[in-house]
């Protein structure tokens, strides 16, 4: 098998990183049927386990159909989305700066070029963490103290808008702990062997927006530099019939990963590959847009509780793979990441 070297852009510059040696010479993304997730069935729950598997250790991305979230809420969260790079003016988004956060939360703006030490941004984000009031299976059991300390537009700003992504967010929670238990079964672990784990998870919604290109944003269509992310995995939702989401193999080649209706793609972060030692792969991947078109992608990241100590699995150590990582907190490792990214605040008020 082929191994790739690529480069990786950072806050602190390009740095070479080296593909997992498990990738493969995949040509397409599979496509993974969650039919039976929630099924009484074992029979059945282990071979999607062993689907789960295969997609993991061969690949690191696939899709899920029959995910259990409606199109009502996909057609909302987009909805929201829209209403909140479109319906507030620059002023009133840079209100909900990233800068303000330690754990960049909040509102990040096109950038066109490289200023003040921070590299180009060729889109609009915001990103939101975990609030307790949004998580069902938790909510009477876990201490609001833990939330994230979000931005939010204020009511009056964008009514509803807070209800609605926060509905959204719980439903995401809930699929994602349903993941991670099959995740469990796919490594032949206790179904519950995460849930201790996930009681207020580290997880992330990220709404992003890429603008048409015009003369004052010239670079819109401009690739997300090669990448993975950082929690246990990411549950992708991508525009409508824009291609832009692409996944490399061991021989360097770029695959596409096209939006299909009514799917999400998940992909592996490195959390999880800290857990399995690479034997989950979080495979780099890249967004390129040369349709010159509008863009919406909403990325949830999901990954374990800060104060949870993550350590391989000994079943996934031998002599080939050796021990790769250390143990590390989900805080530790989160921040060390968006730090390297982004830079470290200096503006802490939130």
Request: hydrophobic share 35%; proline share 5%.
């Amino acid at each position: 098998m082929a191994v790739v070297d690529f480069e990786v852009g950072s806050g602190m510059g390009y740095r070479k990183v080296r593909e997992p040696e498990g990738l493969t010479s995949f040509k397409e993304v599979p496509i993974i049927d969650l039919s039976d997730i929630d099924s009484p069935d074992e029979d059945k729950q282990q071979a999607l386990a062993s689907k789960i598997y295969d997609a993991c250790t061969q690949v690191g991305f696939f899709y899920i159909k029959n995910h259990g979230i409606s199109k009502d809420s996909v057609s909302s969260i987009k909805e929201q989305a829209e209403r909140f790079f479109k319906g507030l003016s620059l002023e009133q988004k840079l209100n909900l700066s990233r800068e303000k956060s330690q754990f960049h939360l909040g509102y990040d703006p096109y950038r066109g070029s490289r200023k003040g030490g921070k590299k180009a941004h060729p889109y609009e984000n915001i990103m939101f963490g975990r609030e307790v009031k949004f998580d069902k299976e938790y909510r009477d059991v876990v201490d609001p103290k833990d939330d994230a300390k979000n931005q939010w537009p204020e009511e009056d700003e964008l009514p509803g808008f807070k209800t609605s992504v926060g509905s959204y967010y719980e439903q995401m929670t809930t699929l994602s702990r349903k993941l991670a238990g099959i995740f469990a079964l796919s490594l032949e672990l206790d179904r519950h062997f995460f849930e201790e784990k996930l009681k207020k998870p580290g997880s992330l919604l990220s709404l992003n927006y890429y603008a048409a290109r015009t003369e004052d944003k010239p670079d819109t269509t401009a690739s997300i530099l090669a990448h993975t992310d950082h929690e246990l995995f990411t549950i992708l939702l991508q525009s409508d019939a824009i291609n832009a989401l692409e996944v490399v193999n061991s021989e360097g080649v770029w695959v596409p990963a096209k939006p299909i209706p009514d799917t999400f793609v998940v992909n592996i972060g490195d959390a999880l590959s800290i857990w399995t030692n690479n034997v989950f792969l979080s495979t780099l991947h890249r967004a390129t847009n040369s349709s010159n078109v509008e863009r919406y992608s909403i990325p949830f990241f999901f990954g374990p509780d800060y104060d949870c100590v993550m350590e391989t699995l000994p079943s996934c150590v031998s002599e080939a793979p050796p021990l790769i990582y250390k143990p590390v907190t989900q805080a530790e490792h989160y921040l060390s990441k968006m730090n390297t990214a982004y830079g470290a605040s200096t503006l802490v008020t939130a």
